[in-house]
């Protein structure tokens, strides 16, 4: 059975995505754009249009042009969104970068990417500097100044003229951040200027007329924080306070002082607002509403949430692979099911399968999601196998998660068919750590799966076969050196073989399951 939005389909142009976006961006004028939440810089529309001009015309004399890979390695700041629309304007690609990220994985993702410039702050220029040597990167590029690095300020200062590009909004990709996916390593998600002009057109429709004031503490180098806070925000003209990294105390404050009226969050976030002490000192009566994704929201905290706040707390659902956004839940009480991940958004078609036979299913029965529509990815960089086990030629993306679609129409994600461990919504991917635990001496085999945990949804927990001597301690601290924080292995546990498949495949639905019936135990 096919389902559908309950939503009229709407009209995508083919335009790029920094014409959708920052085209009504002058006629905004003076009205505030982004605030650095830290400091209170703020920086109008008017002079966001002008930025973007200017850096586009400053890459241009550095040799940035269409087609080339440009890396954001930072943390939130105001300038983000004036890169991704400067590259985005020269026909280029960016490729977004957790900042959390190891020299190691920073190097792994320029190197796959193909990156040939690369933006980053003070802090992390030493770290940028040691992948750049593995990937070979061109050059390196500052928000502030540093010593031996090209200030984002000169850049501006420039001069010169934009070249007109000529951009195919349907086969471009215009950004690339990395996903998981169902199985296996990050690969680079191939994402066109249609696919995210569309996702923004899908949801349009489903958020109040009113300008926002939206607080971004969700990262924009993931594609929730790029498409929904960023882009979304900005074409609709609201203002968007940024947070370079969480902090309870001073999120609150910045709900307080600016008024905030939309908070895009992730489950442990709300759980924050739901239970801390700390929220009681805080006037947040502006919020009006909270939309929870990246990993699934109980009920139980969602109700809890809006009935101690006053406001409108719901979730949606989506994929890096998906712009992100597949379903929502319009602010509206009478729409709102607790515990679903809303309504298909319009444009967009689901089907549910049976992970073994592919049949499909009917509403209310449960098997693995498949959605379909113009948000979807154009496939993985360098992936051809990885694209064609997730993507069907005729459209249908295969999304490994485990769900079902009501009578109603509203979705509901249960449960993971795929390899991914989600730490406070970031994604882990096993096979990554597994490989790390591989590269030492005392290890013959090793397993990584998701373990439940209260406050961060799940944390990585390994099962390692030995072939000499190490403690579980050591060979945590020789992972978790080499991983950004959200990876690091939690907790280790040493057996006398690993389950696998005749084909050497690792169960890891067995040592789940294993897992589960020890705690229910």
Known sequence: ????????????????????????????????????????RTVTYAALANTVSALAAGLTQRGFGKGDVFAVYSPNL???????HAVAMLGGITTTVNPLYTARELGEQLADAGASFLITVPPLLERAREASRQAGLKEIFVFGEATEATSFASLLEAGGSVPKVSIAPRTDVVVMPYSSGTTGLPKGVMLTHYNLVANICQTEPLFPAEIERVIAVLPFYHIYGLTVLLNISLHRGDTVITMPRFDLEQFLQLLQQHAVTRAYLVPPIVLALAKHP??????????????????????????????????????????????????????????????????????????????????????????????KGPQVMKGYLNQQAATAAMLEPDGWLHTGDIGMVDEDGYLFVVDRLKELIKYKGFQVAPAELESLLLKHPAVADAAVIPQPDAEAGEVPKAFVVMKGSASPEELMAFVNGQVAPFKKIRQLEVVSEIPKSPAGKILRRTLIERERSHAGA
């Open 278 to 371: 700390l929220v009681e000192k805080f006037n947040l009566s502006s919020l009006r509403s909270i939309n929870s994704g990246a990993a699934p929201l109980g009920g139980n905290v969602e109700q809890a949430c809006g009935d101690r706040l006053s406001c409108f707390v719901a979730q949606g659902y989506g994929l890096t692979e998906t712009s992100p956004v597949v379903s929502t839940t319009p602010i509206d009480p009478a729409v709102r099911r607790p515990g679903s991940a809303g309504l298909l958004i319009p444009n967009t078609e689901c089907k549910v399968v049976d992970p073994a036979s592919g049949a499909e299913l009917e509403a209310n029965q449960q098997g693995e999601v498949c959605v």
């Open 78 to 84: 105001p300038e983000y969104a004036a890169v991704l």
């Open 1 to 40: 059975m096919i389902f559908r939005s309950r939503f009229p389909d709407v009209e995508i142009p083919e335009v790029s995505l920094a014409e959708f976006v920052i085209g009504k961006a002058a006629g905004y004028g003076d009205r505030p754009a982004l605030i650095d939440g830290p400091s209170g």
